[in-house]
């Protein structure tokens, strides 16, 4: 999670623990992210509603967005189930999606 106001960033994990490091745009121990109950329970909510967006896709990227204490999806890049990938077909059926 990043906050590109304040240029401070943190990871974490599916249980939302904080993780170690920092994202690659903002990776100095002085820029982490202050975790407090508010920022968990957005990471919470972003983590328990991923799944339904996600579907039975093999792989998708969701980006969540935090604007005026709501949480909205910002962006998803997505790839189809491979079974339904044409015989031979390498181009990825790579699909972005802005909200």
């Known amino acids: 999670m990043e906050d590109k106001h ?10 939302a623990n904080p993780l170690p490091g920092r994202d690659p ?4 121990e002085d820029q982490a ?8 329970d957005h990471v919470r909510q972003a983590i328990s509603i991923a799944p339904g967006i996600a579907g039975n896709l093999d792989y998708i990227r969701i980006d969540f ?6 949480l909205y999806v910002g962006a ?3 790839r189809r ?15 972005a999606l802005a909200a």
């Open 25 to 28: 745009d903002y990776p100095d």
């Open 65 to 70: 967005l935090v604007t005026d204490d709501r």
């Open 81 to 95: 189930p491979r079974h339904l990938d044409e015989p031979g077909d390498r181009s990825g059926n790579r699909t």
């Open 6 to 15: 304040a240029k401070l960033s943190v990871l974490f994990d599916r249980q």
């Open 33 to 40: 992210l202050p975790v407090n109950a508010r920022l968990l």
């Open 76 to 78: 998803l890049l997505g």
